[in-house]
């Protein structure tokens, strides 16, 4: 499946004609302007039995919890603030009873937010995928983009990257409250959420906010989790990190706290105008990423 | 799969706590309290393969164009005018190429609306899954909701029923305009719209106002697509006929038009303090409608 091919086909295909409508597919999720201090937000995401879950490696709290997290972060990449949930799941009729076990997940999840569940469909399904829409609200003027960055803005991330497949995919925390503060204190120019990989979530960012990138290997805040064969790839290509990737303005840089409620911010990297994706070893060599790691996850 | 049951488990474990939502799970839609004037109804609906189409009875065009078009219903059935819609497509790797088809069913009832796709997600899919969450909005004095019924009032519906498996469920236009003119001459004191079939949906609106109903048989528009067999049984249980069940009070029934736009409103029975589930002979014999009936649904 070729994502990239798809999302713009996509772009192209459903263009907003609506005056309200600020910003439809493209970013981490839609901007709908609300009234005059807030734009609503609004976005989905599923997680699917066998393609982002093995039934038999996950419990049915923790499909659950991801299924909520993973739009959690998408708000959360935005600047915004989770509030009211939809849930639509998809179940196999011998293990129905499951649902309980996966609202449990959904509600632990949305408590931490206070995100009220609002809308529950239940379908019978020949594998299980649980499937929500989350909207949100974001004050104007700290609304994020992914598109909105410059060449030469500084690349952070929050957290550690790598191994997250592990189990912090099932356990991760979405980094609303760090981008909330981090927006009162600097706003990043741009920012994104790691789901696919730093490479490929990086590549996202400075695509669309016609750049391109170089990220220092050295600099990755690699997890303990990262496959030990292979730490810098795994950091790089894992995916499922769910921390934020922010780009931040050269003259801010010296601002930036070095940690925010105890999770670590860390420089990894600029933005270019030079639209090539260039990984800098500490021997000075570089590399440019390859199109087939990118279609790792596509 | 016991649908009453899961219903009833969700909404007694995801009760609302955020003072803006006025109407979480239980409804066609959920309603947030959006400003002075207005309402926000979010809902979402899913069609399922296998279970709500067979990939080899249906094309994709017609699969895009019911997806949305069972969301429309539920926002036409609270009184509101759709708006902005987000797409979640779970699809097999070897006919990912369809989601175009897909789109343009989809594309193609959203503009009917001028309803805007602001997001859209393709996940790989071992069935094929169109998922779709719809926002829509409703002047608050125009909200009309399943539950607010009384005894008494007297149950209209819109055009035929029965037989719509055969062609209807793929051509169906939602009754978005007929919901807000009929509300404009006479505000319904509830309504839903028929997706499970009359004698399901009516059990659903009667529950909901605390009230039981009576039928008369021989009132019910029957489709020309009915089971030849046994058209009565055809127009109360098949389903997806995506018309508007409405009660109406009694002191305003003699104003409710014969048609609107052409779409024919049919009186067909009454709602009951009683709480049972009368169907009514031409010879006046009764039969109450046993709870197989209804699980045929479920």
């Known amino acids: 499946m070729e994502e990239e091919k798809i999302i713009k086909w996509l772009k192209s295909h459903c263009l ?8 439809g597919i ?4 839609a901007v709908i302007n609300l009234n005059k201090t807030h734009y609503l ?3 989905t995401d599923a997680v699917v039995e066998n393609v982002h ?26 600047g915004g603030s989770p509030l009211w949930a939809l849930v639509s799941i998809g179940i196999p009729q011998k293990i129905v009873s499951a649902y309980r076990e996966i609202y449990r997940g959904i509600r632990d999840m949305a408590k931490l937010f206070n995100v009220d569940i609002i ?9 299980l995928f649980v499937d929500i829409f989350l909207a949100g609200t974001v004050k104007k003027k700290n609304l ?30 979405p980094r609303v409250k760090e981008a909330q503060t981090i927006i009162s204190h600097i ?10 990989g730093l490479a490929a979530d990086a590549k996202k960012l400075a695509e669309a906010s016609g750049c391109g990138f170089e990220i220092e290997i050295s600099k990755i805040p690699v997890s303990q989790d990262a496959s030990e064969k292979n730490r810098i790839s795994s950091a790089l290509y894992d995916g499922e990190d769910y921390e934020l990737l922010m780009a931040i303005s ?18 990894i990297g600029k933005l270019t105008k030079k639209k090539v994706f260039v990984l800098k070893h500490t021997n000075g060599s570089t590399n440019k990423i390859s199109k087939e790691k990118f279609r790792h996850f596509e």
Chains 1, 2 share one sequence.
Do not use: C, H
Request: proline content about 6%; cysteine-free; aromatic content about 6%.
């Open 16 to 23: 907003p004609e609506r005056k309200e409508v600020q910003i």
């Open 26 to 29: 493209g970013d981490d999720a």
């Open 41 to 43: 937000l609004l976005t």
């Open 53 to 78: 879950f093995k039934i038999d490696q996950a419990s049915f709290y923790q499909i659950g919890w991801k299924a909520l997290g993973v739009n959690i972060s998408d708000i959360a990449a935005m």
């Open 119 to 127: 809308g529950g469909n239940l379908s019978r399904s020949e594998i």
């Open 144 to 173: 994020v983009l992914r598109s909105t960055a410059k060449p030469e803005d500084i690349l952070f991330v929050t957290g550690q990257l790598g191994g997250s497949q592990k189990k912090k995919q099932f356990e991760f925390i």
């Open 187 to 196: 706003k990043p120019t741009a920012m994104i959420d790691l789901s696919d």
């Open 250 to 267: 050269p003259k801010s840089v010296s601002r930036v706290p070095a940690s925010i409620n105890g999770v670590p911010l860390t420089e």
